[in-house]
């Protein structure tokens, strides 16, 4: 009998400990992010667009440089996603680039996740029509419009 009640109740911890550190694997986000952007290439291209921060209930335009795409010809980019360590909107502003390992924000197989030198992190999912967006080698740069 003291067996299987220990059995219960080192199971039931168990299933807490797995809920919990799945709960804590994604923080909450700041904000969210949608951009638009055009693209000109052959085979290696720029781009240029604009965007939307919403933190808030308050929506923030903000221009988008230095995208690349690797397909050929003009394409329209869209793109959606989420804001995380974003304490003061004038953060935002930056160069993005890659993320690096120690982000603990999980993506999904097309999501792109970026982080600028302030330390705010952008999930971007893969929403992007027309061409496959990459990052330029420079990274992309968001800025604010005032």
């Known amino acids: 009998m003291l067996k299987k009640l220990t059995s219960k109740w080192l ?7 797995v ?17 638009t952007s055009k693209a000109v290439a052959l085979g290696v291209g720029v781009s240029w667009g604009d965007g939307v921060l919403t933190v808030a209930g308050k929506t923030h335009p903000f221009s988008v440089e230095g995208l690349s795409v690797a397909d050929l010809g003009i394409s329209n980019i869209s793109s959606s996603g989420e804001v995380f360590n974003l304490k003061n909107v004038a953060d935002f502003s930056g160069n993005y680039v890659a993320g690096e390992a120690g982000i603990a924000i999980a993506g999904g197989p097309t999501d792109q996740i970026l982080k600028n030198q302030n330390g705010v992190v952008l999930r971007l999912h893969g929403t992007q029509t027309g061409a496959r967006l990459t990052l330029a080698a420079q990274g992309v740069k968001l800025t604010l419009k005032k």
């Open 11 to 17: 199971l039931a911890l168990g299933c807490v400990a």
């Open 19 to 35: 809920f919990s550190s799945a709960m804590a694997a994604d923080p909450v986000p700041s904000g969210t992010v949608t951009l």
